[in-house]
Nanobody
Framework: QVQLVESGGGLVQAGDSLRLSCAAS????????MGWFRQAPGKEREFVAA????????YYADSVKGRFTISKDNGRNTVYLQMNNLKPEDTATYYC????????????WGQGTQVTVSS
């Protein structure tokens, strides 16, 4: 079973940048596609970005396209989410998750890291 631990969240101002990290315990990390999701208070969890096992493909929600970048370092068992030009509407708890394929079911989830963007 893959254990995932997110870090890098915090309180920032609109226009600032943050980089989230998600470290995996599993040595077979390279066999998993990874995704980032977020959940704001009172809202359902939503997809943010995903990347394939070997980083050949990535997908983004329209709301973050052009501002966020997902990357995967199989050597470090870590996936990142670089978030630039943050907006107050990006405020949420961010979760990373692992799946067998980029469009598959995300079976393993981290505990989340809070991102708060003030205006």
């Amino acid at each position: 079973q893959v254990q995932l631990v997110e870090s890098g969240g915090g309180l920032v101002q609109a226009g600032d940048s943050l980089r989230l990290s998600c470290a995996a315990s599993e040595r077979t990390f390279s066999t998993y596609a990874m995704g980032w999701f977020r959940q704001a208070p009172g809202k359902e969890r939503e997809f943010v970005a995903a990347i394939s096992r070997n980083s050949a493909n990535s997908y983004y929600a329209d709301s973050v396209k052009g501002r966020f970048t997902i990357s995967k370092d199989n050597g470090r068992n870590t996936v990142y989410l670089q978030m630039n030009n943050l907006k107050p509407e990006d405020t949420a708890t961010y979760y990373c998750a692992a799946a067998s394929t980029i469009q598959g079911t995300y079976r393993y989830w981290g505990q989340g890291t809070q991102v708060t963007v003030s205006s």
